[in-house]
């Protein structure tokens, strides 16, 4: 493995990667009230690289959190509102014929920013989400017969609303599964809501950029050389297998309720968004409890569930729940075996 060049502790200015993500999520909490678990799982999906999709009904501050957070990181921003008669080509680019010179030029499309923003991307046709496919994860795209690299780092943030059916297209489930984060966002609080109303009566808060792409990923890379043992990999590895074979765990009820269980993703998911938490909680190595408690985010939008469990209002997170508890957090990953994890 080629070594590191930056550790969990330090950056080239002294400053320790935990402080320094701490002040980026400080600026963006200048703007966004509440909402902390969705703020830290954003966080631990750009220091792990991954992409992130965003449910809620409307008005709770999604888009303008994409936004804050790609100003505080400093990288570029590209934002798209998909709707039913968008095309490949509104996405990625095309070719234009150029009479005046006799050939065609290549423009490039909106995804070519560090931070794209797909808002409402439930509302987009078929092939627009096979070309959001690709980018996501090739990070290029293709264009008549040449491949264009997309920016460095590149993260998808969509947004898609839950309450609204008419004029939407369910995401395929290849597509649903390139995500490492589905994360569900709530209403705030009473006191969270009064903040928002008395926050909108001043003028916006301009934030400030806190971290640099290169910063960021210099960060990726000390994530990816955060310690992880056996025990924890076994412990994703059994939460997963627990989602396809669940008799196994005494949970043979849920069997009925999963027509599908999690891929092979879901553990790797919850292994490398574990080192990203690890870092930006200030450890150099991943806790079984890190596991956990991203293991809804990670797992909940990778469960196809069966008709009987849909027409009973059971939902992912009702049977994640379930799983978490039998596979209690000092079990080591319940019946997977150290060897088997390994193998």
């Given at each position: 493995m ?19 993500l ?25 220091l792990a ?8 009904v409307?008005?709770l ?24 008669d ?33 808002d409402e ?36 943030l969509a947004?898609q ?13 290849a ?5 490492l ?23 916006p808060e ?27 990999i ?12 669940p ?17 092979p993703?879901g ?10 938490l ?19 985010d ?11 469990a ?6 992912a ?27």
């Open positions: 080629s070594p590191i060049h930056l550790g969990p502790h330090d950056d080239d200015d002294g400053r320790a990667p935990r402080q320094v701490e002040e980026a999520l400080y600026e963006i909490k200048r703007v966004i009230v509440g909402q902390d678990a969705m703020l830290e799982r954003l966080l631990v999906a750009l690289g991954g992409h992130v999709l965003i449910e809620g409307p008005g501050a999604k888009t303008l959190t994409v936004r804050t957070l790609a100003s505080v990181m400093g990288g570029t921003f590209r934002r798209i509102q998909f709707t039913p968008l095309v490949p080509a509104d996405l990625v680019g095309t070719r234009i014929y150029r009479p005046d010179s006799g050939r065609f030029d290549t423009e490039l499309g909106p995804v070519f920013g560090n931070f794209l923003l797909a991307i439930n509302r987009a046709p078929a092939k627009v989400q096979s070309a959001l496919l690709e980018v996501m994860q090739e990070h290029q795209v293709t264009i008549g017969t040449e491949s264009y690299p997309v920016p460095h780092p590149f993260l998808v947004t609303n839950p309450i609204e059916s008419e004029g939407t297209y369910p995401l395929p489930e597509q649903v599964d390139r995500f984060f589905k994360v569900l966002v709530d209403y705030p609080t009473l006191g969270e809501e009064a903040s928002v109303v008395g926050r909108s009566l001043g003028p301009h934030v400030q950029v806190r971290l640099s792409m290169p910063e960021l990923e210099r960060f990726q890379r000390a994530a990816q050389g955060i310690f992880v043992d056996r025990e924890v076994a412990h994703a590895v059994a939460l997963v297998d627990g989602t396809r074979h008799e196994r765990y005494g949970l043979s009820d849920l069997n009925e309720l999963i027509q599908y269980g999690a891929s993703r553990a790797i998911g919850m292994v490398q968004g574990g080192q990203a690890a870092l930006l909680r200030g450890r150099c190595h991943v806790l079984v409890e890190d596991v956990r408690d991203l293991a809804f990670v797992l909940r939008h990778r469960l196809v569930l069966s008709y009987d849909l027409s009973d209002g059971v939902t997170d009702d049977i994640l729940t379930r799983l978490l508890d039998a596979l209690s957090a000092d079990t080591g990953g319940g019946r997977v075996t150290e060897h088997d994890a390994a193998a």
